[in-house]
C-alpha cells in the first residue's frame, strides 16, 4: 500500500541517483527514467527533490504518467511549500515550456502566437518556417526537434537525396484542370500528404497537437496522433471537426496490457487507422539535443531495461497477428527500411507500410526514405495481393516536387514531420496552416 510521504522526505532525494519529484500531488521515483526521458534528463533534474507540476503540465498530458513503470509512482505528497518558483506565470517556467507568447488581440479562442520574428507573410517556403522557428524557439525545443542520430549523416540524406532525382517533363498536356486531391487507406484529403505523428508538440508552441488537429482540418489533410503528445488523446480528439479525420500512432509498450488498452482508447476515440512504429527498439542516441540539455555522459546511453516501458525490444513479425486481434482499424507498420520487410508485411497482410528512418534520429548511417522507397516499390512490383497495400514515405520531404517524385516512384502519399513543428513554433495555428 503506497504511503503519504512529507514533502521534507521528497526533498532529499534531488540528485541524478536519487530522483524524486512532485507530479499534480503524486511523488514519482525517476531514477531510472532519466536516461531515456525524451525531453533529457537536465529539466527532470532541474526539479529533483521538488514539485515539477507545472512545467510538467506545460508539454505533457496528465496521463501520460500511466507509462511509467508501476513502482516510479511512490505515492501522495503532504505538508510543505517549495512551489512558489514553480508556478504556470513564473519567468523560469515560462522557459522551459516554451518561447515568448502573447494573445493574439481580437482572437476569441485566446491562442497564443510567438512575440517577435519575421511576418508570417513572408514565408515562400518549409525552409522559411525553419528559419523563423529558430529565431523564436527556445534553444532546448530547437535541440529536440532538429536533432537526428550519431553525427546526423542519415539526417541530411534524407533532405539532399531527394535533389538527386531529376525530373522529365512531358508537354503540350492540358493542365486547365488539375485535382491534387487523394484517398489515404480510403479516406479523402485534399492533396497526398497527411501530417506525422511528432512527439510532444508543446516544445514548439502551448496548444500543441491541438492546434495541428485544428490547422490540419483547415488544409483538409489527416492528422496522426502521437503516442506522446502534449495533450490528451480526449483533448486531440475533441478538437476534432465531425467530418474529420485523425490516425493513431502507437509505440509499442512492453506491457502488452497497456498497449492494448491505448490501441482500444485510440479507436473508440474514433480514430480510423493505426500506425506502429517498428523502428524503435530503444531510443535512438541524438546528441545535438543531448548537448543542448548538457545530458551528462554517464545518462546518455539507454538501456534495454530501462526504455523497456516506452518501447519493446522483443516486438517481432509475430506480434501482427496480436494486433489484428485486439483492432479493426486498418494496421500500417512505420519504419520501413528494406525491400525485404516490406514483403514480409504484404505477406502478412497489413494495410500498409511508411518507408521511414525516424527522420534520422534512430540509426545514423541508413539510406536515405528515396533509396529505399525505390527499392521496396521493385521488390513489391509483381507480387500478388501487391494493391491491397499502401506505401507511404517520409524524411526530408520539403517541397512539391519532393512529393511528386515520390508518387512517381510508387508512394500513395507522404508524411510531413518537422516542418509543421516549425510553423507550429514560429506562427501557431496559422503557420502549420500555411
Same mark, same amino acid.
Given at each position: 500500500m503506497r504511503r503519504t510521504i512529507p514533502f521534507a522526505e521528497v526533498a532529499q532525494h534531488n540528485c541524478a541517483g536519487d530522483c524524486w519529484v512532485v507530479i499534480h500531488g503524486r511523488v514519482y521515483d525517476l531514477t531510472e527514467f532519466l536516461g531515456v526521458h525524451p525531453g533529457g534528463s537536465e529539466i527532470i533534474l532541474k526539479y529533483a527533490g521538488g514539485d515539477a507540476s507545472a512545467a510538467f503540465a506545460g508539454v505533457h498530458p496528465p496521463d501520460i504518467v500511466a507509462m511509467l513503470a508501476d513502482n516510479a509512482f511512490l505515492g501522495e505528497v503532504s505538508g510543505g511549500d517549495g512551489r512558489a518558483s514553480l508556478e504556470p506565470d513564473s519567468q523560469e517556467n515560462k522557459k522551459s515550456v516554451g518561447s515568448d507568447f502573447r494573445v493574439r488581440k481580437g482572437d476569441s479562442t485566446g491562442e497564443e502566437v510567438p512575440a517577435t520574428g519575421p511576418s508570417i507573410k513572408?514565408? !515562400?517556403?518549409?525552409?522559411?518556417? =525553419? +528559419?523563423?522557428?529558430?529565431? /523564436?524557439? %527556445?534553444?532546448?525545443?530547437?535541440? @529536440?526537434?532538429?536533432?537526428?542520430?550519431?553525427?546526423?549523416?542519415?539526417?541530411?540524406?534524407?533532405?539532399?537525396?531527394?535533389?538527386?532525382?531529376?525530373?522529365?517533363?512531358?508537354?503540350?498536356?492540358?493542365?486547365?484542370?488539375?485535382?491534387?486531391?487523394?484517398?489515404?487507406?480510403?479516406?479523402?484529403?485534399?492533396?497526398?500528404?497527411?501530417?506525422?505523428?511528432?512527439?510532444?508538440?508543446?516544445?514548439?508552441?502551448?496548444?500543441?497537437?491541438?492546434?495541428?488537429?485544428?490547422?490540419?482540418?483547415?488544409?483538409?489533410?489527416?492528422?496522426?496522433?502521437?503516442? !506522446?503528445?502534449?495533450?490528451?488523446? =480526449? +483533448?486531440?480528439?475533441?478538437? /476534432?471537426? %465531425?467530418?474529420?479525420?485523425?490516425? @493513431?500512432?502507437?509505440?509499442?509498450?512492453?506491457?502488452?496490457?497497456?498497449?492494448?488498452?491505448?490501441?482500444?482508447?485510440?479507436?473508440?476515440?474514433?480514430?480510423?487507422?493505426?500506425?506502429?512504429?517498428?523502428?524503435?527498439?530503444?531510443?535512438?542516441?541524438?546528441?545535438?539535443?543531448?548537448?543542448?540539455?548538457?545530458?551528462?555522459?554517464?545518462?546518455?546511453?539507454?538501456?534495454?531495461?530501462s526504455s523497456a516501458t516506452f518501447y519493446d525490444p522483443k516486438l517481432s513479425w509475430a506480434d501482427i497477428a496480436w494486433f489484428r486481434s485486439i483492432t479493426t482499424m486498418p494496421i500500417v507498420l512505420k519504419g520501413i527500411q528494406a525491400g525485404e520487410d516490406a514483403v514480409q508485411a504484404l505477406h502478412l497482410g497489413v494495410d500498409g507500410i511508411v518507408v521511414s528512418n525516424h527522420g534520422g534520429r534512430q540509426l545514423d548511417g541508413t539510406r536515405s526514405t528515396v533509396q529505399v522507397l525505390a527499392e521496396v516499390m521493385e521488390a513489391l512490383r509483381s507480387l500478388p495481393g501487391r494493391s491491397k497495400m499502401e506505401v507511404f514515405v517520409d524524411g526530408g520531404i520539403r517541397r512539391g516536387t519532393d512529393i511528386f517524385k515520390a508518387l512517381a516512384l510508387g508512394a500513395k502519399a507522404v508524411g510531413i514531420g518537422r516542418p509543421v513543428l516549425y510553423g507550429l513554433g514560429a506562427f501557431g495555428q496559422d503557420g502549420v496552416e500555411q
Open positions: 513572408k514565408m !515562400l517556403r518549409l525552409a522559411d518556417f =525553419e +528559419e523563423a522557428a529558430i529565431s /523564436r524557439m %527556445p534553444r532546448e525545443a530547437l535541440g @529536440y526537434i532538429t536533432s537526428g542520430a550519431n553525427d546526423e549523416i542519415t539526417l541530411r540524406e534524407n533532405r539532399v537525396a531527394w535533389n538527386r532525382l531529376w525530373l522529365r517533363p512531358r508537354v503540350l498536356v492540358d493542365v486547365t484542370s488539375v485535382d491534387a486531391s487523394s484517398r489515404i487507406l480510403g479516406f479523402k484529403s485534399s492533396m497526398p500528404v497527411y501530417i506525422s505523428a511528432t512527439a510532444v508538440n508543446g516544445l514548439a508552441h502551448p496548444g500543441g497537437e491541438v492546434l495541428v488537429t485544428r490547422a490540419a482540418h483547415a488544409a483538409g489533410v489527416i492528422h496522426m496522433l502521437p503516442t !506522446l503528445s502534449s495533450r490528451t488523446l =480526449e +483533448e486531440m480528439t475533441a478538437a /476534432r471537426h %465531425p467530418d474529420q479525420v485523425q490516425f @493513431y500512432q502507437l509505440y509499442v509498450s512492453s506491457d502488452r496490457q497497456r498497449a492494448a488498452d491505448m490501441v482500444r482508447c485510440a479507436e473508440v476515440a474514433g480514430c480510423k487507422a493505426l500506425f506502429i512504429t517498428v523502428d524503435v527498439p530503444v531510443p535512438g542516441r541524438r546528441e545535438t539535443d543531448m548537448r543542448c540539455k548538457g545530458v551528462a555522459a554517464t545518462l546518455a546511453g539507454t538501456t534495454v531495461a
